[in-house]
């Protein structure tokens, strides 16, 4: 009695599968030749982090203003090369990432001129560095960066690198001596942290933190953005030494062979989405520490944590004992381009 009942919903159902099957395959036929149905992008961290909040940021305005016809899916914790931050450009190149909110400290390696931004005590404050990102420098660096095999197409931040530890306040280079910091995949940071004393250790961001709950690594050093979205108060880093040694820009760029297979259209309004999610990124990342009374520093200390500030004979030690790493990377990363760097940063007010 219930055959014909049974056989009517057998031959819904297959209705409802050919039309879902249907809508699919238009919905493929509606992309442009050439398109994907989803682009991959890298960034290191989360959407918890400004960095991958700008991420998410500039995937959503890409998929909103190009009406879907470029979708974008975020691949938080470099997940597509397995973690490894210093190989995140070369994945770009070779296309197994089609798109990235990159650190020019991750990047480095491969571009030796992204080393200008690590250079410490080089860019003092935010207005130093919308010079040079904003300026002629900036525009050298992106060609230098196409000329490598990516497009560049805007400007984020990461944030002035602070100093974490475990151990005690860090209010000069003698404090430093012995512990170990971790760092990232660059010479340049191991070069540095050699010359102010202390034991620095490389490793991934990936593995800091269990190395940090440990004890392994006595500290770190990143934006406090970081240090709070990371909660790393809870894994013993009870010491924040506000130094402003260095500045991390991020990059947002695509691969090449993905960039010239979108019509110009979509480029132009990749690049702009690229613009508008840098310059929301930049605010979230600088947000608590341009107000008055850098209220960050205030809601950091609530958590337990000492927040030194070093005065300013203070810092000049610090800038004293790393001059030297300064002078042998300045060749390295182009005579020329640091100088010209330094001339935009002397007419800074």
């Not at 099957?21 to 919905?27: I, N, P, R, S």
């Not at 490894?84 to 994945?91: K, N, S």
């Not at 512990?179 to 490793?203: E, H």
């Not at 205030?298 to 790493?325: M, Y």
């Amino acid at each position: 009695m219930n055959k014909p009942s049974t056989r009517r919903h057998w031959l819904n159902a297959l209705c409802l599968g050919l039309g879902l099957m249907g809508l699919t395959a238009q919905a493929q036929q509606a992309l442009p030749a050439g398109y994907k149905a989803e682009y991959r992008m890298s960034t290191v961290v989360g959407t918890a982090f400004p960095w991958g909040k700008g991420g998410e940021i500039w995937a959503n305005l890409v998929r909103e203003r190009t009406q879907g016809r470029i979708n974008i899916k975020m691949y938080p914790g470099v997940s597509l090369i397995n973690g490894d931050q210093t190989r995140e450009f070369t994945a770009i190149r070779q296309g197994v990432i089609d798109l990235a909110v990159g650190s020019s400290i991750n990047w480095s390696p491969q571009v030796k001129e992204l080393n200008l931004f690590s250079l410490p005590f080089l860019i003092k404050d935010y207005a130093s560095l919308d010079a040079l990102t904003g300026g002629e420098v900036g525009k050298d660096i992106f060609a230098i960066l196409d000329k490598s095999g990516v497009v560049p197409l805007a400007w984020g931040e990461n944030g002035f690198r602070e100093l974490t530890n475990s151990k005690r306040e860090i209010n000069t280079p003698a404090d430093l001596k012995g512990l170990k910091i971790r760092v990232v995949g660059s010479p340049l940071f191991i070069d540095m942290f050699t010359a102010l004393g202390a034991n620095p250790v490389q490793m991934s961001w990936a593995d800091a933190q269990p190395a940090l709950s440990s004890g392994a690594i006595d500290g770190q050093e990143n934006p406090v953005s970081i240090f709070t979205a990371a909660k790393l108060h809870t894994v013993g880093q009870k010491n924040v030494t506000m130094w402003g040694y260095m500045i991390d820009p991020l990059v947002f760029v695509a691969n090449k062979e993905i960039w010239n297979s979108w019509s110009v259209q979509d480029r132009d309004i990749v690049r702009q989405a690229a613009v508008d999610a840098g310059k929301q990124e930049i605010a979230l990342a600088r947000a608590g520490l341009v107000e008055t009374g850098r209220p960050l520093l205030k809601d950091i200390e609530a958590l337990g944590v000492k927040v030194v500030v070093p005065t300013t004979s203070q810092r000049e030690q610090f800038v004293a004992a790393t001059r030297a790493v300064y002078n042998k990377w300045k060749p390295q990363i182009g005579v020329n381009l640091v100088a010209k760097a330094e001339k935009t940063l002397a007419n800074v007010k």
